[in-house]
């Protein structure tokens, strides 16, 4: 499985941006597709992903703002992020799992495939 991320840029405080995520595999339909994100001197965290049934999870950080969707005709998840904040900025990674994960979702050692992360950066 080979991912590819794109969509990331710079955009003001309360702008939005719109994440991509291609993924190669004829069995897209079975990823639980995930966004994870980290910042200069951060750890990587959790954003949001969504599970084979369409079925998404947030970060509390990011809930009400951001939507993870998902379309299965072009094997691509996507991330629209809305009143974007300057602690949004960081670089953005898409990652997929190819087995169900459950509980694990917020866990990045749940996802056995990544992107190579696309930069977001949020001017205030």
């Known amino acids: 499985v080979q991912l590819q991320a794109c969509g990331g840029g710079l955009a003001q405080a309360g702008g939005s941006l719109r994440l991509s995520c291609a993924a190669s595999?004829?069995?897209?339909?079975?990823?639980?597709m995930g966004w994870f994100r980290q910042a200069p001197g951060k750890e990587r965290e959790f954003v949001a992903c969504?599970?084979?049934?369409?079925?998404?999870y947030y970060a509390d950080s990011v809930k009400g703002r951001f939507t993870t969707s998902r379309d299965s005709a072009k094997s691509t998840s996507y991330l629209q992020m809305n009143n974007l904040k300057f602690e949004d900025s960081a670089v953005y990674y898409c990652?997929?799992?190819?087995?169900?994960?459950?509980?694990?979702?917020?866990?990045?050692?749940?996802?056995?495939?990544w992107g190579q992360g696309t930069q977001v950066t949020v001017s205030s």
């Open positions: 969504i599970g084979r049934s369409g079925g998404a």
């Open positions: 595999g004829r069995t897209f339909g079975n990823y639980v």
């Open positions: 990652a997929a799992s190819t087995t169900a994960i459950n509980s694990a979702y917020r866990n990045a050692n749940a996802y056995n495939y």
